[in-house]
T-cell receptor, first 111, second 116 residues
Framework: LAKTTQPISMDSYEGQEVNITCSHN???????ITWYQQFPSQGPRFIIQ???TKVTNEVASLFIPADRKSSTLSLPRVSLSDTAVYYC????????????FGAGTRLFVKA | NAGVTQTPKFRILKIGQSMTLQCTQD?????MYWYRQDPGMGLKLIYY???????DKGEVPNGYNVSRSTTEDFPLRLELAAPSQTSVYFC???????????????FGSGTQLSVL
């Protein structure tokens, strides 16, 4: 499994765009990149997944450079309710194999 | 569609007691997981299962046991509770690899366990 490295914490203000970068130098050819969000006292929930280039949904965008050794989760115009822990996971397309979470990035959004 | 359901939501155990944390999912997912999360920390994988009758150890399996007799249910057993097992426990299931939502994990709401 590819190891991931993320910043431990980040601060932002309401209305700003937040970019959280994840390093995964040993990513394998079949690996996808998936991001989860966790609020206090809740289980993580899926945000976005991608393989290469850019993926966008109603919540976030995911930017993946050509070498795929890193990825950036972009949250547009954050609000106080985006304060959470964000996890980057890298895994193969086969699924179901020992899905491991790292420490995640704690995002604090201030008023 | 209930998704992943965990019971109980809260439990206090005395040292040495035993209990089973229940987890059931109604999405017909083959893959299921148990994680624990200590305060302020990330999730640690305890056990996982890729299908009925198949289980395997994760990162921190000591002190726990699991079984998977059906696709829907994946209970976690604590045999001799210790204070070090005080944590929040999350069960998750995963969509099959051939689905469009590959690799997406669905989590339950968690069980907060205190061992005193």
């Amino acid at each position: 499994l590819a190891k991931t490295t993320q910043p431990i914490s980040m601060d932002s203000y309401e209305g700003q765009e937040v970019n959280i970068t994840c390093s995964h130098n040993n990513i394998a050819t079949n690996d996808y990149i998936t991001w989860y969000q966790q609020f206090p006292s809740q289980g993580p929930r899926f945000i976005i997944q991608g393989y290469k280039t850019k993926v966008t949904n109603e919540v976030a965008s995911l930017f993946i450079p050509a070498d795929r050794k890193s990825s950036t989760l972009s949250l547009p115009r954050v609000s106080l309710s985006d304060t959470a822990v964000y996890y980057c996971l890298v895994g193969s397309n086969t699924g179901g194999f020992k899905t491991i979470f790292g420490a995640g990035t704690r995002l604090f959004v201030k008023a | 569609n209930a998704g992943v359901t965990q019971t109980p939501k809260f439990r206090i155990l005395k040292i040495g007691q035993s209990m089973t944390l229940q987890c059931t999912q109604d999405m017909n997912h083959n893959y299921m997981y148990w994680y624990r999360q200590d305060p302020g920390m990330g999730l640690k994988l305890i056990y996982y299962s890729v299908g009925a009758g198949i289980t395997d150890k994760g990162e921190v399996p000591n002190g726990y046991n699991v079984s998977r007799s059906t696709t829907e249910d994946f209970p976690l057993r604590l045999e001799l509770a210790a204070p070090s097992q005080t944590s929040v426990y999350f069960c998750a299931s995963q969509s099959p690899p051939e689905a469009a939502t590959n690799e997406k994990l669905f989590f339950g709401s968690g069980t907060q366990l205190s061992v005193l």
